[in-house]
T-cell receptor
Framework: ETGVTQSPTHLIKTRGQQVTLRCSSQ?????VSWYQQALGQGPQFIFQYYREEENGRGNFPPRFSGLQFPNYSSELNVNALELDDSALYLC?????????????FGPGTRLTVT | DQQVKQNSPSLSVQEGRISILNCDYT??????FLWYKKYPAEGPTFLISISSIKDKNEDGRFTVFLNKSAKHLSLHIVPSQPGDSAVYFC???????????????FGQGTILTVHP
């Protein structure tokens, strides 16, 4: 039990649609990262938010965007969905005293794009 | 460009024996390495880590070895237990100037099965 929750658990969308995935972190966790895990692959870093601002981004196009809120929740938004966006999306959070190894992952949202 | 590679998709061992999971990396700027364990329907859970200034770190049944010249790390689990059956990911990070930059680069994962 990491104290990080994600919703929804599963989601099916059609190509071209937009989707919003949600993450709720532990109180005090002011850093949140989002990862995409395709089938049979390891998680890939999408971006990180610190104190409600993006402060690091992986190799993902601008149609992947995020928001972080003062109540330690965050969102991942994906516009113009493509079939290759089908994956497990993980959020991970940590507090100001946690090191990189102390990222707490949520269980993920499984997105299927048809 | 796969900067962190786990070349064994799966590993099967007998309960009580040693499990050795391997990981290779190509980016010499990585200075912190981690192992995560993942059960189905759960997110990855941190297991053990090692800084590039060390070559070994031990925590109970788990030991991680780092060979910087070979850009190789391994996770040893002794003795292996059926509850260790999971997907194991190695990950690497670069601590940029002491600021907390949380980008982890993961390998593809190795499915460990420990038979009773």
């Amino acid at each position: 039990e990491t104290g990080v929750t994600q919703s929804p658990t599963h989601l099916i969308k059609t190509r071209g649609q937009q989707v919003t995935l949600r993450c709720s972190s532990q109180s005090g966790h002011n850093t949140v990262s989002w990862y995409q895990q395709a089938l049979g692959q390891g998680p890939q870093f999408i971006f990180q938010y610190y104190r409600e601002e993006e402060n690091g981004r992986g190799n993902f196009p601008p149609r992947f965007s995020g928001l972080q809120f003062p109540n330690y929740s965050s969102e991942l938004n994906v516009n113009a969905l493509e079939l290759d966006d089908s994956a497990l999306y993980l959020c991970a959070s940590r507090g100001p005293r946690d090191r990189d190894n102390e990222q707490y992952f949520g269980p993920g949202t499984r997105l299927t794009v048809t | 460009d796969q900067q962190v590679k786990q070349n064994s998709p799966s590993l099967s061992v007998q309960e009580g024996r040693i499990s050795i999971l391997n990981c290779d990396y190509t980016n010499s700027m990585f200075d912190y390495f981690l192992w995560y364990k993942k059960y189905p329907a759960e997110g990855p859970t941190f297991l053990i880590s090692i800084s590039s200034i060390k070559d070994k770190n031990e925590d109970g049944r788990f030991t991680v070895f780092l060979n910087k010249s070979a850009k190789h790390l391994s996770l040893h689990i002794v003795p292996s237990q059926p509850g260790d059956s999971a997907v194991y990911f190695c990950a690497a990070s670069r601590n940029a100037g002491g600021t907390s930059y949380g980008k982890l680069t993961f390998g593809q994962g190795t499915i460990l099965t420990v038979h009773p």
